[in-house]
């Protein structure tokens, strides 16, 4: 069975500096989907990015970039310049390839991000 | 843009009432979701579906049912409320993606149901 493994329960940072939250997985599978879920007080759960494991190429969006090592099963989280609006908790998960459950989401258990001012 | 609906926000049951949660999606998606999350975890799949008529076991499905008569609904019942069913419980949609009946397409999540059973 796949599993989803956050190291960190939680991480603190000063405004404008660099975090790094880590993400591991298992799963025999060579091709599959990791998301980054980040999910604030209000309690939405939004999609924060994407990365394919087909794909070499790490994924970025705007402040936000991924360190995917597919041998090393690992899919951390970079968010630079950080802001207050990231505070959150940040969830991994891993979508199941096909064969199996249809696209459905295996979370780890979060990452409690606070960043100070 | 409503995206995906869920009502109530809040609710408190009995122990052994029941009650429907409702999750509607305005996006035409064929693909929807009900996940619970408990205290301090991350989301776990109750039940799944890929299309109207067709709907799938996650791996928490005890104490649940679903139905999918349309595209737009799905609502999650909860027969006989038990004190291990408190948690708040998320819908989700996502469209078709790649690969035939496999969604990779990332999921757009409703804004909770938090659920307390007394």
């Known amino acids: 069975a796949q599993t989803v493994t956050q190291s960190q329960p939680e991480m603190s940072v000063q405004e404008a500096e660099t975090v790094t939250l880590s993400c591991t997985y298992d799963?025999?599978?060579?091709?599959?989907?990791l998301f980054w879920y980040k999910q604030p007080p209000s309690r939405q759960m939004i999609l924060v990015i994407r990365q394919e494991a087909y794909k070499q190429q790490n994924a970025t969006e705007n402040r936000f970039s991924v360190n995917f090592q597919k041998a090393a099963k690992s899919f951390s989280l970079k968010i630079s310049d950080s802001q207050l609006g990231d505070t959150a908790m940040y969830f991994c998960a891993f979508m199941t390839p096909p064969g199996g459950s249809q696209g459905n989401l295996i979370f780890g258990k979060g990452t409690k991000l606070s960043v100070k001012p | 843009n409503a995206g995906v609906t869920q009502t109530p926000k809040f609710r408190i049951l009995k122990i052994g009432q029941s009650m429907t949660l409702q999750c509607t999606q305005d996006m035409n998606h064929n693909y929807m979701y009900w996940y619970r999350q408990d205290p301090g975890m991350g989301l776990k799949l109750i039940y799944y579906s890929v299309g109207a008529g067709i709907t799938d076991k996650g791996e928490v499905p005890n104490g649940y049912n679903v139905s999918r008569s349309t595209t737009e609904d799905f609502p999650l019942r909860l027969e006989l409320a038990a004190p291990s069913q408190t948690s708040v419980y998320f819908c989700?949609?996502?469209?078709?993606?790649?690969?035939?009946?496999?969604?990779?397409?990332?999921?757009?999540f409703g804004d909770g149901t938090r659920l307390s059973i007394l």
């Open positions: 799963t025999s599978e060579n091709n599959y989907y």
């Open positions: 989700a949609s996502s469209r078709r993606g790649t690969g035939g009946e496999y969604s990779n397409q990332p999921q757009h």
